[in-house]
C-alpha cells in the first residue's frame, strides 16, 4: 500500500446501472481491474440495454455477436473477444484471454470455447423484444437496391447461401440505436488505472463484424504512466483512427485531457460524412494518471456517469467537450 490516494471511476451513461459494483470494490480498496469488469458485467446483465451483452441486437441473421477487452493500466496487459455467441459476460472473456492465455484477442468460436472451458453458463441472448426490433427493423429497410420480397425474407433466404452484403448495407440503415456500447475506466487506491469495453455492436451489422470495442488501441486503451480512455459510437471511424491509443498518447506527450481528447476526436474528421440518423458520431472518457476526467463527443446532447471520493453517488453529467 502506498498510502491513501483518491479513487475514481467514469462510465458511458448506460453504465450507470454497474456504478455501485464498480464503486464498491474501489472504495474498500479493490483493484481498479476489478472495479471495471464488475460495472460492465452489470451492464451486460441489463436485458433493457441493446447495445450490451443478453438482450443485445443481433446482427443481419439474428444472431447476438458480442465484442469486449480489457487493460490493466500497470501491466498494459490486455485482453479482447469478438464475436462471441451464446455467453453474456464478454468482459469475463476478454478477462480470462488477458490472465490466462498467451493471446490478446481471441473470436468467434474460439472465444465461445474458452468461455466454455471457463465454466459460464451458455444461454440464448437474442431476447423476444430484440428479436421483434430486428425483425420490424428489416421489415421497414429501404428495398430499393433491388430484388423482390421484404428484406427479412431475403436475408432468411440467403441464410446458410453466400452472404450479400448489400443486404447489411440496407439492414444497416433501420439501425434503432446506432453505436451503443459501455465504457467503464477506473483509478485504485494503488494508483492503478483499468479499462473496460463491452457492446453488442453495430445492430444489424453483417456477421462477424467486428468494431473498436474489442481492438486494443481503438476503442479501448491505458497506461497507468499517463491515463486511461475508452470509445462509444462508431467504431468504424475510430478503429481507423486508433483514438483511444490517441488520446493516451497526447497525454504522453505532455497534452492536458481537453487537448488530447480535442485532438483525437478533431483527427476523426473527414474519415467519412456524418449519416443521417447520427451514425457518424463518437464519444469518449478519459482519465489522466492523477484521476482528472474528461467526456467529450463529436455530438451534442450526449451525457456519461462518474463518481469519485466525497461522492454519495454516481452523477450523470453532460460531456464537457464537444467537437462537432
Ligand atoms: N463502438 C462500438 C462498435 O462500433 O461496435
Known amino acids: 500500500m502506498t498510502g491513501w490516494r483518491p479513487v475514481i471511476v467514469v462510465a458511458s451513461a448506460n453504465g450507470e446501472v454497474g456504478m455501485d459494483a464498480a464503486w464498491a470494490i474501489l472504495e474498500r480498496g479493490g483493484s481498479a481491474l476489478d472495479a471495471v469488469e464488475a460495472g460492465v458485467r452489470e451492464v451486460e446483465d441489463n436485458a433493457e440495454d441493446h447495445t450490451v451483452g443478453y438482450g443485445g441486437y ?19 496487459a490486455a485482453g479482447a473477444v469478438g464475436a462471441l455467441r451464446g455467453y453474456r459476460h464478454a468482459i469475463s472473456v476478454a478477462r480470462a484471454v488477458m490472465e490466462r492465455l498467451p493471446h490478446v484477442l481471441v473470436v468467434g ?23 421483434d426490433t430486428w425483425r420490424n427493423g428489416l421489415d421497414r429497410s429501404p428495398s430499393d437496391a433491388g430484388g423482390d420480397g421484404s428484406l427479412v425474407e431475403r436475408v432468411q433466404s440467403v441464410i446458410g447461401d453466400i452472404f450479400d452484403p448489400e443486404l447489411a448495407r440496407q439492414a444497416s440503415g ?26 453488442s455492436g453495430w445492430a444489424w451489422k453483417f456477421p462477424g463484424r467486428l468494431g473498436d470495442s474489442p481492438l486494443i488501441g481503438a476503442g479501448n486503451y491505458c497506461d497507468d504512466r499517463y491515463g486511461a480512455a475508452a470509445c462509444t459510437g462508431w467504431g468504424e471511424l475510430t478503429t481507423r483512427a486508433c483514438t483511444a491509443r490517441m488520446v493516451v498518447a497526447g497525454l504522453a506527450s505532455g497534452q492536458t485531457l481537453p487537448e488530447a481528447c480535442g485532438a483525437a476526436l478533431a483527427d476523426l474528421k473527414g474519415l467519412e460524412p456524418g449519416e443521417p440518423g447520427g451514425r457518424g458520431y463518437v464519444n469518449l472518457v478519459a482519465i489522466d494518471r492523477s484521476g482528472r476526467h474528461l467526456a467529450a463527443s463529436t455530438k451534442e446532447g450526449t451525457e456519461y456517469v462518474w463518481r469519485s471520493d466525497g461522492m454519495d453517488r454516481a452523477e450523470r453529467s453532460p460531456r464537457s467537450l464537444v467537437v462537432a
Open 58 to 76: 443481433p446482427n443481419l441473421l439474428g444472431e447476438v455477436e458480442l465484442d469486449a477487452s480489457i487493460m490493466d493500466g500497470s501491466t498494459r
Open 174 to 199: 433501420t439501425h434503432p440505436a446506432p453505436g451503443g456500447t459501455v465504457n467503464f475506466l477506473a483509478l485504485d487506491r494503488e494508483g492503478h488505472l483499468a479499462s473496460a469495453v463491452s457492446t
Open 109 to 131: 468460436d474460439g472465444a465461445a470455447r474458452l468461455a466454455s472451458e471457463l465454466g459460464l453458463a451458455r444461454e440464448e441472448l437474442l431476447t423476444a423484444k430484440a428479436r
